[in-house]
């Protein structure tokens, strides 16, 4: 279910194997369908040391470059980045689907030295290991799930929608749990060694020993490595700031170069390479070549709007505009539909696929700013979740329903079926989220 207009959605999951040991190096879950930007994204979990691959209970392995090479291992572990160290892989396996193809993922892989290697059509075997893993985590997961629908009308139970469901953020949680503290740790039959016949490892075993025979995979991290896998939009600097796809950006760090000439030569001479988020476009970020930082630059009516929008609804929302504006002004516009979505109306399937990513992109900005105080850290510690769980449970003949935990982090909340059917028997959200014609 999606969180802001809770209703049922569709959801995609996009996974990044690594061959050698069947690890999963990373995943994303998204709602409808997948674009460039979220195979990209699966790309930088794969490769940075404390990226969203470390869950609350296991941590995905890496593979890439031997760390001898680089960098020493025990200067390269510090104590505030617990995760695994990051990796650079030597090739991708892809199918022939738009956004692995895509300009942005072929770039990306261009500046890490990753070769993009396409499987035949129609040739399943040439990536069996992902397509056995998909297979796996239907009958092994999805399937003891409560309101599993199964992959047709005959492998489902009479009601599934009357089960327990759960949020997008819930379900990819269980995902990431369950790969770190099950799948990882199970043996698999196709891990063997031929140095022992019968000896069957696990994903994380067979990690482990390729770290011992080869050395820890690696690439250098940096903190600032994200904006290497988002698309660049080159510019010039004028003196009001940068337009990109008619909306104007500005801020302080453009000032030494207003109206200059960039020093990029090819294709793109004489401009200057912004970098974007496609599913937020109401900032740019900007690299200074003088001291190599980033800096945010906002757009000209971000204080009016400040939700973030994505580039696709920015464009439906003009097309919108157009059609009864003789001259359309798009902070208006922008306005007028992030209100609309926000009420949960939608007046097609168009409308309502932008609207969740953007939900989406909207949560992860909110948990983003959000510091965790030393309270909650303390709260997540296994012994004191045990023993806030083993307090909360209350005392005598009639107990009642189960509360849950106190701190409702990293839990999921258990939505009886009764609840389900009491909701939906009081038609509670059927004026707010009644579709337009």
Known sequence: ????????????????????????????????????????????????????????????????????????????????????????????????????????????????????????????????????????LTEQLLAALPGYKGPDIYSRGKSPEDECYFFVDELEQILREWVATVYHQRSHDGLVDPEVPGLHYSPAEMFDQGVARAGRLRIPARTDMVYDFLPVAWRTIQHYGVEVNGLRYNGAALTPYR????????????????????????????????????????????QDIPAPFSAEALAYARRLAAERDRYPDDRRVLAELLERWDAGLARNP??????????????????????????????????????????????????????????GDDDLEARAPDDVAEIADADYYADAFESLA
């Open 259 to 302: 109206s200059r000439t960039s020093p990029f030569t090819g294709a793109n001479a004489g401009k200057w390479p912004l970098r974007f988020d496609p599913d937020d476009v109401s900032r740019l970020y900007f690299q200074d070549p003088t001291d190599n930082a980033w800096h945010t630059l906002l757009w000209e009516h971000a």
């Open 1 to 136: 279910m999606e969180p802001l207009t809770l209703r049922w959605v569709n959801l995609e999951l996009t996974i990044a194997l690594d061959l050698y040991s069947r690890c999963i190096a990373g995943l994303r879950l998204t709602p409808v369908s997948t674009k460039a930007v979220d195979a990209a994204l699966i790309l930088y979990e794969a490769i940075t040391p404390h990226s969203q691959a470390l869950t609350g209970c296991g941590v995905m392995p890496y593979a890439g470059v031997p760390s001898v090479v680089l960098v020493d291992a025990d200067q390269h572990i510090s104590t505030q980045n617990k995760g695994l160290p990051a990796v650079a892989p030597e090739t991708l396996v892809i199918d022939h689907g738009k956004i692995y193809l895509s300009e942005h993922l072929l770039a990306v892989c261009a500046r890490l030295g990753i070769s993009i290697q396409p499987a035949r059509p129609l040739t399943p075997t040439d990536k069996a290991p992902v397509e056995r893993f998909f297979r796996t």
């Open 350 to 407: 168009t409308e309502r696929r932008m609207a969740l990513r953007l939900s989406q992109q909207r949560d992860a900005r909110q948990r983003q700013q959000e510091e965790p105080g030393p309270g909650a850290e303390v709260a997540r510690l296994p012994t004191v979740r045990a023993v806030l769980a083993s307090a909360a449970e209350p005392c005598g003949p009639d107990p009642g329903p189960p509360s849950g935990d106190d701190d």
